[in-house]
Structure formats: structure tokens, C-alpha cells
């Protein structure tokens, strides 16, 4: 296959997944706004090199492995459903503070401690991702594809994951967004709660089969 159909086939399914609204989506979002752009651009950056990971290991045979043991795949689908459900409880129940707005600045408040590690973890623990990419590049990679187009896939997945989530979170916690969310910080940090432990009790009800979308 020419090396620009394997591109279009790829990002294709790629870019729109990236776009929908997700637990990777979620933590970008709930980091902009309850902790303004730095803390948002340090969950992208997390998010993205979580998927750079996961395109990676996909190219170094992740696929056919998860494919042989489907009782690995199971587990790790199960584990980080467990983790996002987690993740969700501990948001839920969190004491958010309120979100205080200085000139020039955005929101200064949160209650995750390292915004890179937590949208690593994110998306490491996201099942979805590693269906998308198991899934995705197992039909349109073969051994035949040279080695810079692997790497050039790779590449283009983290530009475009830190491209759209940079966006997000540079919008999420522009101050007209910050102004009109200013006293909802705990509602934020509900609702983005409320929203992984919906995610992942889905992704464990779905856990009996593994590359199920």
C-alpha cells in the first residue's frame, strides 16, 4: 500500500477518535479550568505522551500480542476501567477550592498536584486508546511498511494529540470561559468525576470483550 493511502487510513479514523469527547478530553478540560493554562498544557503534554507511547508499543507488536492473550487484553482493559472509576471517586469527593481569577493569569487552583502525571496516567490507563491503536494500525500496517513511515506515524500522532488538546486547553481556560466558571470549581471537579466513573463502569461492563468499541 503507498505510503500517503496508509496515512489517510490511519488518521483518518485517528483524528475524529482524538476529537471525541473522552476521559483524555476530560482530564485536559477539568485541568484548564480548575487550574488554569499551565496546568492544562502540562495534562496535554501528559495526554500526549501517553499516546505516543501507545502508538509506539502498537508499531513494536502490542496488537498481535494482545490479540494471541485475549486474557491480557481483558486485564488490562479491566485494570484501568478500575482506575478511571478510581480516579472518578476521588475527584467526586474532592474539596475543590474556589477558582480565583488574577489579571493576566487564570485559574490557580486544583487538587491534582502534577497535571503531567495525572493526564499520563490518563490516558495510559484509558483502554479505549490502546483498542484504537491495537486496532487501527494492526489492519494498516504490515511488514512491509518502511521504517521512516512508522516513525513518521508515530510522530504524527503526538503533534496532533498536543495540537487539539493545546486548543482545548487553551480555550477552556481563556478568561471568558474562567469568568463565567469562577465559582464552580467544585462543580467541576463533580462533573469531570461523575464522567470517568461513568467511562470506566462502561468499559468494565464491556470487559468480557476486549476490542469492543
Known sequence: MHASLILLSVFGIFIPALMLPGPDFIGVVRSSMTGGTKSGLFTTLGVSIGL???????????SAILVQYEWL???????GAGYLIYLGLRLLFSKAARIELEEGKGARTSSTKNPFLFGFLVTLTNPKAMVLFTSVFATAVTAETPTWLLFLMIALV???ALLWYSIVSLFMSSKPVMRRFEKASQIIERTAGACFIL????LLTDARNPFST
Open 52 to 62: 505516543l507511547m501507545y502508538a509506539s508499543l502498537s508499531l513494536l507488536g502490542l
Open 199 to 202: 467511562i470506566g463502569g462502561k
Open 158 to 160: 503526538f503533534l496532533s
Open 73 to 79: 487484553a481483558w486485564g488490562v482493559r479491566a485494570l
